[in-house]
């Protein structure tokens, strides 16, 4: 079946401007997370949903940032009033329980350039 | 919290030779899982191997095994008979104190030569 899915693959903009990144997880996938990768690190979580609520936004740096998923599949992840620090690869996952245990799958991510 | 740490930025192997990865971590967790984790330039993370803290035996997946020692909190990850394919960053990770929130570490670059 398909994986996760990400688009756009690559976004630039300039400061200030608002960004939405999309998300599709792989069906029937209940559990769905947002990480952020800086240049040279590994990926750190922003936030989490079972279903369509967000069960832990912990990981969000900022109140510019903010994350939907409506419907308990697709996701959006939003930027308002971009800075150029928040220039990193986004990288979304899911996985069938929210467990320890289970596997997370991960999507390509997007690239996102601000200027 | 939870702190993974991945000591090696880089390594380097000649094709169809054995290479090694290491990996720290600390927890106060009793029972836990860590993963290996493989992100080739596609960008895309694709798990490696598994292991679950309270078994004794080292994961193995065909050329890839974990060398798990618990008492000194590592987790290497061995390739064998080392693939141009492997040639990626490799990420440590396990779930911060029992949820799931991956911690990863900061990741060891792997070149394989030809």
């Known amino acids: 079946g398909a994986g996760v899915s990400q688009t756009p693959s690559n976004k630039v903009t300039e400061k200030g401007k608002y960004v939405e990144l999309r998300c599709d997880p792989i069906?029937?996938?209940?559990?769905l997370y947002w990480y952020r990768q800086s240049l040279g690190q590994g990926p750190e979580f922003l936030i989490y949903?079972?279903?369509?609520?967000?069960?832990?936004d912990s990981g969000l740096p900022n109140d510019r940032f903010f994350a939907v998923r409506p419907e308990g599949s697709v996701s959006t992840l939003k930027i308002q009033r971009t800075e150029r620090g928040d220039s990193a690869v986004y990288l979304c996952?899911?996985?069938?329980?929210?467990?320890?245990?289970?596997?997370?799958?991960f999507g390509p991510g997007t690239r996102l350039t601000v200027l | 919290a939870q702190t993974v740490t991945q000591s090696q930025p880089e390594m380097s192997v000649q094709e169809a030779e054995t290479v090694t990865l290491s990996c720290t971590y600390d927890?106060?967790?009793?029972?836990?899982?860590l993963f290996w984790y493989k992100q080739p330039p596609s960008r895309q993370m694709i798990l490696v191997i598994r292991?679950?803290?309270?078994?004794?035996q080292n994961a193995t997946e065909n050329r890839f095994s974990v060398n798990f020692q618990k008492a000194a909190k590592s987790f290497s990850l061995k390739i064998s008979d080392s693939q141009l394919g492997d040639a990626a960053m490799y990420f440590c990770?396990?779930?911060?104190?029992?949820?799931?929130?991956?911690?990863f570490g900061t990741g060891t670059r792997l070149k394989v030569l030809a």
């Open positions: 996952a899911s996985s069938q329980l929210a467990i320890p245990s289970n596997e997370q799958f």
């Open positions: 069906s029937g996938h209940t559990a």
């Open positions: 949903f079972q279903g369509t609520g967000a069960a832990d």
């Open positions: 927890t106060s967790e009793s029972d836990y899982y």
């Open positions: 292991q679950e803290a309270y078994k004794q």
């Open positions: 990770a396990s779930p911060d104190s029992g949820t799931y929130k991956y911690i």
